[in-house]
């Protein structure tokens, strides 16, 4: 059979492209060939005569004549297999491997059948704990290498490695060093033979027996792809997809096993209504009759503007645009949004132009990373900006407030003290660090762009994507977010001054959506500071909640605390009780993920389909459905009749979703498909330069920022991840430390103007001198506020 494959092709993926399978075991498309394990030797023609080469580290060239099924590729296979299993455990009935395990497969088919080694086989201490996640029986190791070069080569944590030489060979980790890494999991993932087990599932079932169908993880906001594995209505483990568009078959942990919080027996499966100051278990009738007569209640008296509600970025477009619906025809009220006062301009966030693809990252000249660390909170990001600096050749400059993830692989790194950031952009603009911007006169630019510190405010980021915008001759921007869903929840509407669809908040917008919803408010809203503001003063009275716990995210909590002490009435849609909804006066259980169809878009605009796999506990209902009851309490029809509907209203109503359908997303576009910035009526925001805060004279500045583990309500109900936060810990440079008197591993007190708290003191070379650095939202940790002067002392026991 001759082929025309590219040139350079390895001959392992050139005949795998073209239909032939040449088995293997340590090679991998998204890591470099290594040969190792010499499974995929094939025969070429050469003058010499034939030649057995590996087919993983081969290159194709023009008039190659390749044998992959010849007598003596076989004995060849039959050979390696041998030795392979000279040694490897017959434990196939117990291992977690057992029945989608390479090596099972290529013994039957490539395999000799019996082996001649009689032997006693090697045995190790079994199984040996190298994280909190991961668990490793060195005995089924083939020494492929694949787990060794993903830690170095993609993720950048090179904990688990080779030790000892020949025959006492084997992979693990060093002494004290356990293999703390965010991307643990794709190295059980990727394991060929079991070696490698993922401590959540181990001893869970067997491949036959799980349900399987591919979703969105919203645990970032790329959205990588995954495939759900239940059984029995339970879902046991994620898997990641290679799709090529987002993830590129990578998890981060936190993606891979924050589903533990879906079983949890702490989900609400009942409608709560408070009585006599309790909350008391009441039917489904019941509840929506009190909530929507008490929500008429207020809008009669007051109108629209006493209402609001805050929430939606953590579901599903279909959620999202019942929200907004819900809000603005229901509730007569543009007081929405899903940000939580700590986010970047909704215009910004939903509709800059000129904004890339992930996929640009791969072809960008340079790329400007100012933003939170990428690592932490966008960690599919992370691993695509890394290969880009790593393997692709692009120029990284990072800015930040101390040491990221993505330093050892940055051209250029400027670090600044939280607050500074408006002065350093000063700096850029004037030329005051040639280096950055001789990088940025690139053809291609691609700007990640966020809230790199809260000291800085939420407008510096559109500073920095206007000065970028200016200084390069073709730049995109990816302006970054937290909440996994946001830029869906934005693209529905749900914020003060947006309109499904990226349509601005005026009148051309409303005339054009009243067409379809009926009247609709016209005056832009207040967002979630201004509603809580409002809340505390009683210019609003009653407050929906959705999937939002503003007490535990907001930058200062006790804006929320005032305000929800405050408020007449509040409702809440969740999964669990948390501290912002644990005094509502009524509580629907909602359905979480897995457990509902719909759709969700990442951060580049990328369209996806989340597919249901189990029901939801109890009585639980998706978000839209529960809305679509209460507004019809009112006297309102929303005509939201299932998630598939509301997705064909979605294209109907928002030019930007135009076209788009549940059957293109699962048939023709199984990576999804970017909504573009389009129409008439969709915003086409150009980023401006605003004014900002200098920075403050003092002798420590405080840099708060979140990190992948924290203490949100789903991972307080992970058993696996939650404890994998940090905890109430402070980083400080360990020159400071003397002038404070403290020691690392000791208490220190910090104070600010927001808040106080002790802390164990974590001297840290990566937090510069004069910079306090603490995790956000950590269990135990006292809530500082986004003031950045702070005084730091010792505490002496």
């Not at 008429?296 to 953590?314: M, R, S, T, Y």
């Not at 907004?324 to 800059?352: E, Q």
Request: hydrophobic share 40%; charged share 20%; glycine share 8%.
């Amino acid at each position: 059979m001759e082929s025309q494959v590219p040139a350079g092709e390895l001959l392992i993926k050139a005949a795998q492209d073209e239909g032939t399978y040449i088995p293997r075991f340590c090679w991998h498309e998204r890591m470099s060939p290594v040969g190792m394990c010499r499974m995929c030797l094939v025969e070429i023609e050469t003058p010499r005569g034939p030649m057995m080469v590996t087919a993983c580290t081969n290159p194709v060239s023009d008039g190659m004549v390749v044998d992959t099924e010849s007598e003596e590729v076989k004995k060849a296979q039959e050979a390696i297999l041998e030795f392979l299993l000279a040694n490897h455990p017959l434990d196939c009935p117990v291992c977690d491997k057992g029945g989608e395990c390479p090596l099972q497969d290529q013994a039957l088919a490539y395999g000799p059948g019996e082996s001649r080694f009689v032997e006693i086989k090697r045995s190790y201490e079994k199984p040996i704990r190298i994280s909190d996640l991961v668990l490793l029986d060195r005995e089924r190791c083939i020494l492929c290498a694949l787990c060794t070069r993903f830690s170095e080569e993609i993720s950048g944590d090179p904990l688990i490695e080779f030790l000892d030489r020949g025959n006492a060979t084997e992979v693990n980790t060093f002494p004290d060093l356990p293999f703390s890494s965010y991307f643990s999991g794709n190295t059980v993932q990727i394991c060929p033979v079991g070696a490698l087990t993922a401590k959540p599932y181990r001893f869970r079932a067997r491949p036959w027996d799980l349900q399987k169908v591919e979703s969105s993880s919203l645990q970032d906001t790329a959205h990588p792809r995954i495939e759900i594995h239940a059984s029995q209505n339970e879902v046991l483990r994620y898997t990641g997809v290679d799709n090529d568009a987002t993830n590129q078959g990578w998890l981060s942990d936190k993606a891979r096993f924050g589903f533990e919080y879906l079983r949890s027996d702490q989900r609400l499966t009942s409608p709560l209504v408070r009585r006599d100051g309790e909350l008391v278990e009441v039917s489904w009738q019941e509840a929506i009759n009190i909530a929507a007569s008490r929500l008429d209640l207020i809008k009669e008296e007051d109108g629209g503007e006493a209402l609001a509600v805050i929430g939606g970025a953590q579901g599903t477009n279909e959620d999202a645009f019942a929200i907004s619906k819900f809000a603005r025809v229901a509730l007569g009220s543009n007081n929405v949004d899903a940000r939580l006062d700590d986010a970047l301009a909704s215009h910004f966030l939903s509709a800059s132009v000129d904004r890339a693809t992930i996929a640009d990252i791969d072809n960008a000249g340079t790329l400007v990373v100012w933003a939170p660390d990428l690592k932490e909170e966008h960690p599919t990001l992370y691993l695509r900006v890394r290969r880009a600096a790593q393997e692709l050749g692009a120029t990284l400059v990072v800015i930040h407030p101390r040491a990221t993830g993505l330093d050892d692989r940055a051209t250029l790194k400027l670090t600044y003290r939280p607050g500074g950031g408006y002065q350093l952009l000063d700096e850029l603009a004037h030329g005051d660090h040639p280096e950055v911007t001789h990088a940025m006169a690139a053809d291609k630019v691609v700007a990640l762009v966020g809230i790199a510190s809260h000291a800085d405010g939420d407008q510096l980021a559109e500073s920095v994507a206007a000065l970028v915008r200016q200084k390069a001759t073709h730049a995109k921007l990816l302006p970054l977010n937290s909440r996994a869903n946001t830029y869906g929840a934005l693209d529905m509407g749900l914020a003060p001054d947006l309109l499904p669809g990226r349509v601005g908040l005026d009148s051309i917008g409303c005339a054009n959506l009243a067409a379809f919803w009926g009247d609709i408010p016209t005056a832009i809203g207040r967002d979630t500071r201004q509603i809580l503001e409002g809340l505390d003063s009683g210019e609003v009275r009653s407050l929906v909640l959705v999937g939002a716990d503003p007490i535990t995210d907001l930058p200062d909590p006790s804006i929320a605390v005032d305000a929800l002490d405050a408020a007449e009435y509040v409702i809440a849609i969740d999964l669990f009780l948390n501290d912002s909804n644990r005094n509502a006066d009524v509580i629907f259980p909602a359905s979480g993920f897995s457990e509902k169809e719909g759709t969700v878009t990442n951060v580049e605009g990328r369209v996806q389909k989340v597919n249901q796999i189990r029901p939801a506990p109890g009585q639980a209902r998706t978000d839209w459905a529960i809305l679509d009851d209460i507004a019809t309490r009112m006297g309102v029809s929303l005509g939201l009749a299932s998630a598939e509907t509301i997705t064909k209203e979605i294209a109907a109503v928002s030019p930007a979703y135009e076209h788009l359908t549940w059957d293109t997303l699962e048939w023709d576009h199984r990576d999804g498909i970017v909504v573009p910035i389009q129409g008439a009526q969709a915003i086409n925001h150009i980023p401006v330069a605003l004014a900002g805060t200098k920075a403050p004279k003092a002798q420590l500045t405080l840099h708060v920022a979140r990190v992948m583990y924290d203490n949100g309500v789903r991972l307080q109900h992970s058993p696996s991840s939650h404890k994998l936060g940090p905890g109430a810990v402070v980083h400080l440079n360990p020159g400071d430390a003397p002038t404070i008197g403290a020691q690392d591993g000791h208490t220190v007190k910090v104070v600010t103007n927001h808040g106080e708290g002790e802390f164990t003191c974590v001297l840290d070379e990566g937090t510069p001198a004069g910079v306090v650095y603490v995790p956000f939202n950590q269990q135990g940790a006292a809530s500082l506020g986004p003031d950045p002067v702070v005084r730091v002392t010792a505490v002496h026991s």
